[in-house]
């Protein structure tokens, strides 16, 4: 019966030892879990920052060629205008040959105008209207009977705006009030 009993010990000795090699084994199987994991992540990072990269550049690219084609297209409206403008100069000086010039130019003025127009670009009225240093450069203030403190009296240079952009403000003559 000794020998019964012993057997048993043996038994959960055996199985302790068991026991501890697993754990042991599992040691190993979870740092490794750890740095498998940690090289995905990593990898996973990498190929988002490329992502990004390419992203970023193609936007870019995007950027640039549209606005190349805005700057194509206008250039091509203008183009035809340069073409009246050398043919205007190339006109005969004389009493015909100035109306001829003025009508010339006339029409290129014109043709310039509605170009800008169908583009957005507007002048800045000013004549009449109360200074603002957004929209106007002061060149000079005078005095002028019957006209308001910061009326705008004179226009030297007209200013556009681009919808609410303002490409280039008016440069103006503006009322003094008398002291």
Avoid: C, W
Avoid at 11 to 26: L, M, R, Y
Avoid at 29 to 42: C, G, H, P, V
Wanted: aromatic letters at 6%; hydrophobic letters at 35%; a negative charge.
């Amino acid at each position: 019966m000794e020998e019964n009993r012993n057997q048993p010990d043996i038994d959960a000795s055996a199985a302790a030892e068991t026991a501890g090699a697993a754990v042991a084994a599992d040691v190993p199987s979870a740092t490794e879990e750890l740095q498998r994991e940690r090289d995905e992540f990593k990898d996973l990072l990498l190929r988002k920052t490329a992502e990004f990269d390419n992203f970023r550049k193609r936007t870019e690219r995007e950027r640039l060629s549209i606005s190349e084609s805005a700057a194509a297209d206008l250039i091509g409206e203008i183009v035809p205008l340069l073409d009246d403008l050398e043919r205007a100069l190339k006109a005969e000086p004389g009493s015909e040959g100035a109306e001829a010039y003025r009508r010339g130019v006339e029409l290129i003025h014109r043709q310039l105008s509605e170009t800008l127009r169908k583009r957005g670009v507007r002048p800045i009225e000013t004549t009449g209207a109360d200074f603002d240093p957004y929209y106007h450069q002061a060149v000079s203030y005078e005095p002028a009977a019957g006209r308001r403190d910061g009326e705008i009296i004179e226009e030297f240079r007209r200013g556009y705006m681009l919808g609410d952009r303002l490409l280039r403000p008016s440069m103006v003559k503006v009322a003094k009030g008398e002291a």
